[in-house]
């Protein structure tokens, strides 16, 4: 029951925080045996709950011992299916036992359950996959062993990607890949546990890599996450659209990036250089990058810029109404998340959590001052009540409008005033496309 409750709870708020969250070969999950879900961990709390969304059963969770700390965060933890495990760079956690814990894996898994393990271990806001943890793969031999050969598990590799996991209304993608046996490993494992275990887990990173993206150091994934912001625009003509479209972006440059630094990396020092060189340009004008993917026609940008601001005096009194209704808690989620948050990785799940408390508490408290006042009727005041939240969106969205369209005016200033050097930064620009992407 508070599995269910929370299910929903937290999807909610995980709908309003990610604007886009696209699922890649769902069917892949399908299967009426037990499975273990393999993911990599860039996004803490929040990865579990992505999945635990996705999954129409309810999923069970190898989660670290240090949660489970005091009896009453142990009993209400284990009641969602949580099983706490002692790490080895942790210290043990009194009461938790990891032998005890696997049986408890082995038990769920035999009843044909889902085990979320996250091989990584620790969360970090990094696309490379880092060195996986052997435990998944004994997990799995030993059910198989337990029931020889006939368990009928099935281990499946996600990767999961965030255009950017800490911003609000950024986009995720979760990619399922073909689901992996243990199977022929059982006989080895009889006789050497550790090295099974070994080969198992390799195969496990394989199936994962090929759900991610990634780069061989944080250095180069922050060179080529510069480099898809700069490239990433909603005026290039492309058959995907939304959160497909910005992955298959991140996809292709990271793999021809990658190529780069392996076949030609003599080229990388030039890429740097003049990718440093837009970004600069770019902030000294105060351009968006994606505004020199247009063609710029003075006629066309007026008539957008004439009905943009017909738009945006029109919506004052609907973006008033969500501003007074929400700055309050949104101002004191945006003062308080930093100071209790530390790591990155953090953020979005914390934000989630409290934005479930705060916002409704803000809504109830202007209900019942509003009612107190003018005494509404039932239905008035249902409408009002909902109406604050939907408001609140469009009040962001509204504020993110007027931006761009400030940024547009801008840009159209700069094309009559200093045309020339707009045409210098987008043909510097082409030139990096050509640089990455005909090599």
Known sequence: MIYRLLKILIGLGIKLYYKEIHIKNLKGLEHDGPRILIANHPNTLMDGWILGQICKKPIHFMTKGTFFSSPLKSRFLRSLGMIPINRATE??????????????????????????????????????????????????????ARNKGLANLKIIPIGLIYTDAAKFRSSAIVNVGESITAIDYIEEYQSSPREASRKLTN????????????????????????????????????????????????????????????????????????????????????????????????????????????????????????????????????????K?????????????????????????????????????????????????????????????????ISLKGHFMYLMKNEKEKMKSIRKDKEKLKKMIFDE
Request: glycine fraction near 4%.
């Open 91 to 144: 210290s043990k956690t009194q009461g938790v036992n990891n032998n005890s814990s696997f049986d408890a894996c082995y038990e769920l898994l035999e009843s044909k359950k889902t085990l979320v393990i996250f091989p990584e271990g620790n969360s970090y806001a990094e696309k490379v996959l880092r060195e996986l943890k052997t435990g998944t793969a004994r997990i799995a031999l030993e059910v198989e």
């Open 203 to 338: 195969e496990f990173r394989v199936g994962m890599e090929k759900m991610l993206v990634g780069s061989s150091s944080a250095e180069h994934e922050k060179l080529v996450d510069g480099i898809i912001e700069l490239l990433n625009s909603k005026y290039t003509n492309t058959e995907e659209k939304g959160v497909k479209k910005e992955v298959v972006l991140v996809k292709e440059t990271y793999q021809k990036m990658n190529n780069i630094v392996i076949s030609a990396p003599h080229k990388l020092s030039e890429i740097t250089q003049l990718y440093t060189d837009i970004k600069l340009q770019l902030h000294q004008s105060n351009v968006k990058s994606e505004f020199l993917d247009r063609n710029y026609r003075p006629l066309v940008f007026f008539r957008q810029l004439l009905f943009s601001t017909l738009y945006i005096i029109i919506g004052i009194p609907f973006f008033l109404f969500g501003l007074l209704h929400n700055i309050l808690p949104f101002q004191f989620a945006d003062y308080i998340i930093p």
């Open 340 to 404: 209790i948050v530390k790591e990155i990785e953090y953020y979005a799940p914390v934000a989630v959590l409290l934005g479930l408390v705060i916002y409704p508490l803000n809504y109830v408290g202007f209900l019942y001052l509003i009612d107190y006042f003018f005494s509404m009727t039932f239905w008035v005041k249902f409408i009002y009540f909902f109406s604050m939240p939907v408001m609140g969106l469009f009040a962001y969205y509204y504020y993110q409008y007027m931006k761009h």
